[in-house]
């Protein structure tokens, strides 16, 4: 016989990861956003500084932060089940 989830740890299994993906998301964009800043306030900003913006670096650090939460949420959860 094969046992069936209950339709309440489906539930549970979806808040985890999405919340682990939005903490990341929030995470990761606000730390590449003050690195990105304080960089370019620096006396000589390196040529990588100059080249992208801080919202630049802001999504990609949330991009990041997405996967990472997504990942992580998924090896924890993975691995009480297996």
């Not at 990341?24 to 606000?30: E, R």
């Not at 960089?39 to 949330?62: D, H, T």
């Amino acid at each position: 016989m094969r046992k069936t989830s209950s339709p309440k740890k489906d539930h549970r299994l979806l808040f985890i990861i999405s919340f682990c993906a939005i903490s990341g998301a929030i995470l990761n964009s606000s730390t590449a956003w003050a690195e990105s800043t304080n960089c370019l306030q620096s006396e000589n900003p390196p040529a990588q500084c100059v080249r992208k913006s801080p919202m630049m670096s802001a999504i990609e650090g949330g991009v990041m932060g997405v996967m990472a939460g997504t990942g992580a949420a998924l090896g924890a959860v993975l691995r009480r089940y297996f």
